[in-house]
Every structure is written in structure tokens, then in C-alpha cells.
């Protein structure tokens, strides 16, 4: 069965670092979104992205929070000056259509120090 | 604001026992519902999904769930659970129209007991 891919499983990062965070979709999937889960808290939205630019951003979604597709394969999420409540594990996840299910990856839990 | 509700936080079963986790959403609107299902250390993964048709949707793994539209509700059932099913359950709700961002439940930790 296809899957999504995160890489690192596990980073951490001092408090104003940049982190990228990496995801490589289903390969026929258009649609790439990004979602977080601190702690204890519920899976929340942070970024939806089609035919290369955002579709859709929550409120989370500053100016310190920036997505791409870098290459045909690769989708990154890039936290360019990082704070601790960043801390959380970041699913990415794809669909091959805007209203399917998603596939998710495995997450990347970030501790922010 | 649309948000979706999971009234049980933590069920322990005993192995044959029956499941039914609780999931309420707020919007009135057509909608889509989905449960995931996140095994210890493993990702979140489809376990079924509600678009149209047949209010009583059948998933992977013997669970099933059933949307009423009058109460708002898409409730997820299983007649016999095993230990493998130890697990956290999510639902998640993707409102109708141009937005594709799924709103999800605080989780329900299943814990079955052998």
C-alpha cells in the first residue's frame, strides 16, 4: 500500500533555529496538507497546497511558517524561527482528490528546547 | 465555528465486548465524517468515511459507524473488540464546499484488556 514519508522521525531544535521537515506524498496525489498535534491536544489544520501554492491556511499558519515543492517528489514544511510551543508532532498528509481521504505519514515530533 | 466532539476520552474494554465511540459535530451544512485510528507509535490511518448514500457506513477491521443527521452525530461501533484494537480513534469532519481541511475531535484512547 502507498505511503506517505516523513523524515526526521524525531528532531530537536534550540528555541529561534529554523527546522525544515520533510514529506514525500503518494506519488499521483495532488493535494498536500500539513497538520499538527502538540501534546495532549487535538489534530489541528495548519495548510492545505495544490498545483503548487496554498489553498488554504489556518490561523496557526504565520509568517514564521512557509511550505514547498521543491522538486517533483519532496513537500516541506520550513519554521523559520522556532518557539516551544512549536513543540508538537507534524503530520503531513496527501489525497489524490480535494474531498478524498487522506493518507497521513507517521509524523515528525519536534521538541523545541 | 465548526468543531467536532468526542465525549468519551478514555474506554477500557474487555476483549468481546462491544464498542461505540461517541462523535458530534457542529455544522449545518453537508459534510463529510471520517474516523482514524492511530496504533501506539504508528500513524493515523483511514478506518472509514461518510460522503453520501447509506447512512450506515462499513470500514476496515470489522468497525462500522452511523451517520444521523438529525443528531448530528457519527457514532463509531464495533460488535466485538479484540486487544489489537487498542488504539487512539479520531473523527474528523470536512464541511462541505471549497475547503478541503478536516476538522478533527480530541481522540478517544481505547485501551482492551485480554
Known amino acids: 500500500e502507498p505511503e506517505v514519508t516523513q523524515t526526521p522521525s524525531h528532531q530537536v531544535t534550540q528555541m529561534g533555529q529554523e527546522v525544515i521537515l520533510r514529506c514525500v506524498p503518494i506519488?499521483?496525489?495532488?493535494?498536500f496538507y500539513w497538520y499538527r498535534q502538540i501534546l495532549g491536544q487535538k489534530v489541528e489544520f495548519l495548510v492545505s497546497?495544490?498545483?503548487?501554492?496554498?489553498?488554504?491556511k489556518s490561523e496557526i499558519f504565520d509568517d514564521q511558517f512557509s511550505v514547498e515543492r521543491p522538486d517533483g517528489s519532496n513537500f516541506t514544511l520550513k519554521i523559520r524561527s522556532t518557539k516551544l510551543e512549536d513543540s508538537a508532532m507534524y503530520f503531513c498528509?496527501?489525497?489524490?482528490?480535494?474531498?478524498?481521504?487522506?493518507?497521513f505519514g507517521s509524523g515528525t515530533r519536534l521538541t523545541v528546547v | 465555528a465548526q468543531s467536532v466532539s468526542q465525549h468519551n476520552h478514555h474506554v477500557i474494554l474487555s476483549e468481546a465486548a462491544s464498542l461505540e465511540l461517541g462523535c458530534n459535530y457542529s455544522?449545518?451544512?453537508?459534510?463529510?465524517l471520517f474516523w482514524y485510528v492511530q496504533y501506539p507509535g504508528q500513524h493515523l490511518q483511514l478506518l472509514l468515511k461518510?460522503?453520501?448514500?447509506?447512512?450506515l457506513v462499513k470500514g476496515i477491521k470489522g468497525f462500522e459507524a452511523e451517520f444521523i443527521k438529525s443528531k448530528f452525530s457519527f457514532n463509531l461501533r464495533k460488535p466485538s473488540v479484540q486487544w489489537s484494537d487498542t488504539a487512539e480513534y479520531f473523527c474528523?469532519?470536512?464541511?462541505?464546499?471549497?475547503?478541503?481541511?478536516?476538522?478533527f475531535g480530541t481522540g478517544t484512547l481505547l485501551a482492551v484488556q485480554p
Open positions: 498528509a496527501s489525497s489524490a482528490e480535494g474531498a478524498g481521504g487522506y493518507t
Open positions: 506519488s499521483n496525489h495532488l493535494y
Open positions: 497546497f495544490y498545483n503548487n501554492e496554498i489553498s488554504e
Open positions: 455544522y449545518g451544512g453537508t459534510v463529510n
Open positions: 461518510y460522503f453520501s448514500g447509506d447512512p
Open positions: 474528523a469532519v470536512r464541511s462541505g464546499g471549497a475547503t478541503n481541511k478536516l476538522i
